[in-house]
């Protein structure tokens, strides 16, 4: 088990040197594939008119005057060891992890991160914990009766949720929740703080999120209990005299849940590294929007740092998957 | 097409419907229909046969016969899970005194694992892959008894025990894949006799399992039934399975009883054109390995649109031999032709003696 | 739909910054539509409360030194007093140059050469240490020549300065003396010393570069976390990214200072807000002012437009800005001007106007000053009927010009700004009927200027004759608005403005001397002579005076719209009815 997680981790870690590269080789190389030069790179993070001199000593400031392996090597170094920054008068030290300073608005990448992360994580739990609720009950009671009108209706109503787009959902949900009726709040309040008004002004992006999640997890619950209840098994376990619905929690669900388990894992490490969509609807400060900006002002270190964290998150829920399953499949081995 | 419901006073049934019968299981004019898209399959379709404590029927069949269909439907399990709303049940079961087709469902559940409880053919898929074997038998236990766990688990103990699981206070704890395909289906027996049930159904037992451990696994079951003195259902589609272990055999086809008596009579006397096939395909160690396993030519019926008259005259060597072409005009009755032996069959006495003994018994 | 009425004749009127007369009632408590381009809106000495702003972005800095965005200007002011400021007021009265930090405007000697300020006594940072011109040269050599760590602002003062060019900036060059060419002889007097006259040294002076920052205090790219403030307002947080907090500074005292009034409690500033939120903010009343003073979302601006009440909120401001399209003097056959002036004629304005979103967006332009810029005079060199182009004219100088057949060439607009591409598609379909086959190419905006556009040499790669361009200036004179979109020296081969590649010795010497006269209406006459002679040239065509339409909420107290920030509302004595 120890051993094996040690492997896993090893692994993760390769695999997301490889997706910083990634990330390095599109930003740096494929514009200069399109014939974009640093002295244009760095142009942007001036204000007007600059003199070549000026470009020279951003350049020079921002590190772009160097080789991208050496940039590459600088960004590494920076997560493991830490880094000092020159920022005029005085020189800072950037602790490990640290993921460097955004090129445009100077702001030290990982605090941001860290700042925004609980946004983020808020709205993923929330929305995670209604989807599970809504999704699962809608999806066993449609399996178990087939062709009703509550099978009917409910997948009618999941088809629409996946179909419908977030920009309208959320922003509908806005217009009338809290402009019109004002019951929901919108500013972002940490649970910390407190923890009513964090819920009142999370409500309604978790149930927008939710209704696109719940629309999914419904038919896949629906699918996998309706094959899950064909089950010798589930024929055994009526052989025994049990009553229905225990049938159907104990030996059914509990079947027909694990491949959510996978799913569900995955959706939430993707959620984890920025809900983009819903984030921006609901004006919530979180990862997704740090990324949205990011790629919008071309802003390499935020980028590198919502990259890495988001593939961290997916490659870690990756594993707490598979230890996951092996407690709940004991005919699944870690190897 | 006959009219059905479920309370099973089906249309044109004997006199005798209705009273509860001396035997501990009878059967009477069992119909279990599926309406499907296509037409209405008829699974089941006027099944009737009794069974007294301590003996063994064996019901044999090729697969699409009814034969496991009317287990599930002695079981009440036909009307459970989504299909369960579909079927259409008619006749009587009679189960020590009380009818099953007419009872509540509730009614039903109470009595699957403590009166009757059953073996399936494979018990890989019939147990719960994520819980331990005695996990699953304390389950079973604990569904009509109400004890503790521990209790119930000491008991489940005992029972991997008396089936014969090596270190059955360990293998307790495995889960059924972690057994061998032996040990899985006597922790399967083990489950099922866990509350002493009257009645046992075994479908296919053995199927599953290599040629050393079936035997092994029929011991076992004729062991415990004479322990327990139950009745016990064989279901199989092999012949060589319930020759040594049932007292009486009751062979279908499409959906219908086409032979039935004691098991020496099914063996050496043998009536219906059907069970001759049967006998032929069945594997036998004194034989040549040459000409063994004849299986019956031809494909199993439709139980959509039954062949009209005989239902297996489309596959019998003899179906010209009557006159008239009454096998494909006129459905057979069951008829006695000794003592606890039926058949139904449009050739004459004189024939089928004369086939038997000139045609058939020579060359098995 | 009577306002829309009302608002698109006063822009097909061309009116000098819209004396348009809106009809609405004024009953209620809403001043009416355009009234902050006109008066002070609910002009009000009501202090206390919260005026609270919202922003769909973060400023790039929030560091005096460290930023280039009007709005970022504007709101610095109330915690940075550069030497001169613009004076809150409606419309081009928002053009006003005033005194701030200094006593006076500066001083001009050396034929424009030397300037000297001489600064307030008792001005004082919030931690109550007195302000020197020491203060104020730290200032500009900081943002003018650290130019690695501060790169955001501009840097007129680093190529105006004698020597400029030679100074390291304080971070690399730790000498106590700083820059020789700004003096300061006593704790009060600064002196400029510039390497040629330059006559619009106080608009300089009024960017918050020149904003006091105390030495010890600078941590250079991080000083933006704690400004130390010298204004009406000090930093109570600064949530990087999300919020900005101001509360009253104790140590401001308001006998220094003659436009600051410090009537709200509290300034708050939530950033990163979605716009379309924005507007709703802004329009519930929870939010005074988008910030940003773009301008409400298309979503919002079709809501507004049919709602008079909500109009009544609005004003649809001039923001010194030219929206026109630059023809490519160096580019065959353009570099013939008939060929150019068939453009003039060709184009159809009014198609163009509409694409571009209709008179709310703004006026029909002629020349290449709007009209809220010093030194803007009415004419129309190449006038068609109704402004919506005259094809036999156009025809006639393409005769002229040896290309009666007609000619391909490319124009260039901007991807993600869908007006202009729409204004671009509509001058195709112009150019089509004159026989001119304009093939549009569509760049990013944010290397519009360092890859595309602003290229010459790309230019003339992609043989890119018409080039669509939005401008407006850094400071409002003729000089600001014109030297860099005219004048020969600012061609560039990368980041290039100059579009037109005009470089006519004429037009430039008309700049460089109005730029080194010290006398205000001989320069402005200048402009109004240059402004002429590229319209004679032909290299500009200009389209529409940028407008912008604003929502202001009815609790919002001195609610100016400054055509010195384009067309934003002065947010430095904005105060709220709101408890």
Not at chain 1, 57 to 74: F, I, M, R, S, T
Not at chain 1, 269 to 279: D, P
Not at chain 2, 207 to 228: G, N, P, Y
Not at chain 3, 3 to 22: E, N, P, Q, R, T
Request: charge should be neutral.
């Amino acid at each position: 088990m120890i051993s094996y997680i040690i492997r896993r981790t090893i692994a993760a870690v390769i695999l997301l040197l490889v997706v910083t590269a990634v990330t390095f080789g599109i930003f740096f190389i494929l514009p200069k594939l399109a014939g974009q030069t640093a002295d244009q790179l760095a142009q942007q993070y001036i204000g007007k008119n600059p003199t070549p001199a000026d470009i020279a000593a951003v350049k020079a400031n921002l590190g772009l005057d160097q080789p991208v392996y050496v940039q590459y090597w600088e960004f590494i170094k920076g997560i493991v060891s830490g880094a000092t920054y020159d920022l005029g008068p005085t020189t800072v030290q950037c602790n490990a992890p640290c993921f460097g300073y955004s090129f445009k608005d100077h702001l030290e990448v990982w605090p941001q991160l860290t700042q925004r992360l609980p946004v983020t994580l808020s709205l993923a739990v929330g929305a995670a914990v209604l989807w599970l609720l809504g999704g699962i009950a809608a999806g066993v009671v449609s399996a178990l009766k087939p062709g009703s009108f509550f099978d009917r209706s409910a997948m009618g109503v999941a088809l629409a949720g996946v179909s419908l787009p977030m920009f309208f959902t959320g922003q509908l949900a806005l217009l009338l929740f809290s402009y019109k009726l004002e019951i929901f709040g919108r500013t972002y309040v940490p649970f910390t703080e407190n923890p009513s008004q964090w819920a009142n002004t999370l409500f309604l992006p978790w149930c927008s999120l939710a209704l696109l999640y719940s629309a999914i997890y419904a038919r896949l619950t629906r699918s996998g209990m309706l094959e899950t209840m064909n089950e010798d098994f589930i024929r055994t376990a009526r052989a025994k005299g049990l009553r229905e619905r225990k049938v159907v929690v104990r030996h059914g669900l509990r079947a027909a849940l694990t491949p959510l388990v996978t799913v569900f894992g995955m959706d939430i490490g993707l959620l984890l590294g920025g809900a983009v969509i819903t984030e921006t609807v609901f004006s919530l400060h979180g990862i997704g929007e740090y990324a949205v900006q990011s790629i919008t002002t071309n802003d390499l270190p935020p980028i590198l740092g919502v990259t890495l964290l988001a593939a961290f998150f997916v490659v870690f829920m990756n594993l707490v998957v598979d230890l996951l399953y092996a407690t709940i499949d004991p005919r699944v081995r870690l190897s | 097409m006959t009219e059905l419901s479920k309370t099973g006073a089906a249309v044109g049934e004997p006199v005798r419907s209705g009273d509860a019968p001396d035997a501990f299981l009878e059967v009477r004019d069992l119909k279990v229909h599926f309406p499907t898209d296509d037409g209405l399959v008829k699974s089941v379709d006027g099944l009737s046969f009794q069974l007294e404590k301590g003996k063994t029927l064996g019901i044999v069949g090729e697969s699409g016969s009814g034969k496991s269909v009317t287990s599930l439907a002695i079981m009440g399990l036909h009307r459970l899970g989504a299909r369960g709303k579909n079927v259409r049940m008619s006749g009587e079961i009679w189960l020590d005194g009380k009818e099953l087709v007419s009872a509540s469902p509730d009614e039903v559940r109470r009595l699957r694992g403590r009166e009757m409880a059953m073996i399936f053919q494979d018990p890989l898929s019939a147990m719960h892959p994520y819980y331990t074997v005695g996990n699953q038998i304390v389950e079973a236990y604990r569904v009509h008894h109400d004890v503790d766990k521990k209790t119930a688990r000491r008991r489940a103990v005992e029972l991997l025990d008396r089936v014969g699981i090596p270190e059955p206070h360990k293998r307790v704890n495995a889960y059924p894949h972690e057994f061998s395909g032996g040990m899985r289906q006597r922790a399967m027996i083990a489950m099922a006799l866990v509350n002493n049930p009257e009645l046992l159904i075994a479908d296919e037992p053995t199927t599953a399992l290599d040629v050393t451990v079936q035997a092994q696994i029929l011991d076992l079951i004729r062991d415990l039934q004479k322990e327990f003195g139950s009745a016990v259902i064989i279901i199989t589609h092999d012949l060589g399975v319930v020759a040594e272990i049932a007292d009486d055999i009751l062979v279908m086809y499409g959906g219908r009883c086409v032979e039935r008596g004691p098991v020496d009579d099914i063996f050496y006397q043998p009536q219906h054109p059907y069970t001759w096939g049967l006998l032929g395909s069945m594997p036998r160690i004194d034989r040549e390995q040459t000409d063994r396993l004849i299986p019956v030519k031809g494909q199993p019926p439709s139980l959509i649109n039954v062949p009209s008259g005989c239902a297996f005259n489309p596959r019998c060597p003899y179906a010209d031999v009557p006159k008239d072409n009454v096998t494909r005009t006129e459905r057979p009755e069951l008829r006695e032709v000794g003592g606890r032996h039926f058949t139904a069959c449009h050739l004459s006495q004189e024939d089928r003696t004369r086939i038997w003994n000139e045609e058939i018994a020579p060359k098995l | 739909m009577a306002a829309i009425a009302a608002v698109s004749s006063a822009g097909l009127l061309l009116s000098a910054c819209s004396k348009a007369d809106d009809s609405s009632d004024d009953t209620t408590k809403s001043a009416g539509a355009n009234a902050a381009t006109k008066e002070v809106v609910n002009a009000s000495t009501k202090k206390g409360g919260t005026v609270t702003y919202a922003s769909s972005d973060a400023p790039e800095s929030l560091d005096p030194g460290n930023m280039y965005y009007a709005y970022g200007f504007n709101f610095s002011r109330l915690y940075a007093r550069p030497l001169m400021t613009f004076k809150p007021g409606p419309g081009e009265k928002g053009n006003e140059l005033v005194p701030d930090l200094a006593e006076a405007a500066g001083v001009p000697s050396d034929g424009g050469k030397t300037w000297t300020y001489k600064i307030r006594q008792g001005v004082k940072f919030e931690d109550g240490t007195v302000v020197t011109s020491k203060d104020v040269k730290y200032a500009v050599e900081r943002s003018n020549f650290a130019r690695d760590v501060l790169s955001s602002g501009p840097n007129y003062f680093q190529q105006l300065l004698d020597g400029g060019d030679k100074y390291k900036g304080p971070y690399k060059d730790k000498s106590e003396k700083g820059i020789a060419s700004i003096e300061t002889p006593d704790d009060n007097t600064i002196v400029f010393k510039l390497n040629k006259p330059f006559a619009d040294f106080d608009f300089l002076a009024s960017q918050p570069q020149t904003a006091p920052v105390p030495r010890a205090k600078d941590t250079g790219v991080d000083y933006t976390k704690k400004v130390v403030s010298t204004g009406s307002y000090k930093f109570e947080k600064y949530d990087e990214g999300r919020q900005i907090v101001l509360t009253r500074n104790p140590e401001w005292d308001a006998k220094t200072d003659p436009l600051r009034k410090q009537y709200p409690d509290k300034i708050v500033v939530n950033l990163k807000v979605n716009k379309a939120t924005i507007d709703k903010d802004v329009m519930a009343g929870d939010t005074m002012i988008d910030i940003q003073g773009t301008g409400v979302d298309a979503q919002t601006q079709a809501q507004l437009v049919n709602d008079k009440d909500k109009l009544a909120n609005t004003d649809n401001a001039l923001g010194g800005r030219l929206i026109y399209t630059a023809i490519n003097t160096q580019q065959k056959p353009f570099d013939n001007v008939e060929c150019r002036k068939a453009v003039q004629y060709a184009i159809n304005k009014v198609a163009v106007q509409t694409a571009m979103g209709g008179p709310i967006r703004g006026d029909i332009a002629s020349t290449v000053l709007p009209t809220d810029v010093p030194g803007y005079e009415k004419y129309d060199l190449y006038a068609t009927k109704g402004n919506k182009g005259d094809e036999a004219k156009a025809k006639e100088h393409l005769k002229a010009c040896g290309q009666e057949k007609g000619f391909k060439t490319a124009i260039s607009a901007r991807t993600d700004r869908q007006g202009e591409v729409d204004a671009a598609t509509a001058i195709v379909g112009a150019l089509k009927k004159v026989g001119i086959d304009a093939e549009i190419k569509q760049f990013p905006s944010g290397k519009y200027f360092s890859d595309y556009a602003g290229v010459p040499k790309f230019n003339k790669k992609q043989n890119i004759g018409l080039i669509m361009m939005q401008w407006g200036s850094d400071w409002p004179t003729g000089y600001g608005f014109l030297q860099q979109i005219v004048h020969g020296k600012a061609i560039g081969q990368s980041g290039n403005t100059n579009l037109s590649e005009l470089n006519d010795p004429e037009i430039n010497k008309l700049l460089d001397d109005a730029i080194g006269n010290t006398d205000e209406a001989a320069r402005t006459a200048a402009y109004t002579q240059v402004d002429k002679k590229v319209m004679e040239q032909a290299a500009i065509v200009p389209l529409t005076y940028f407008k912008v339409l604003l929502y202001r909420s009815p609790y919002a107290t001195n609610v100016v719209s400054s055509s010195a920030f384009s067309g934003q509302y002065d947010y430095l004595n904005i105060g709220t009815t709101k408890q």
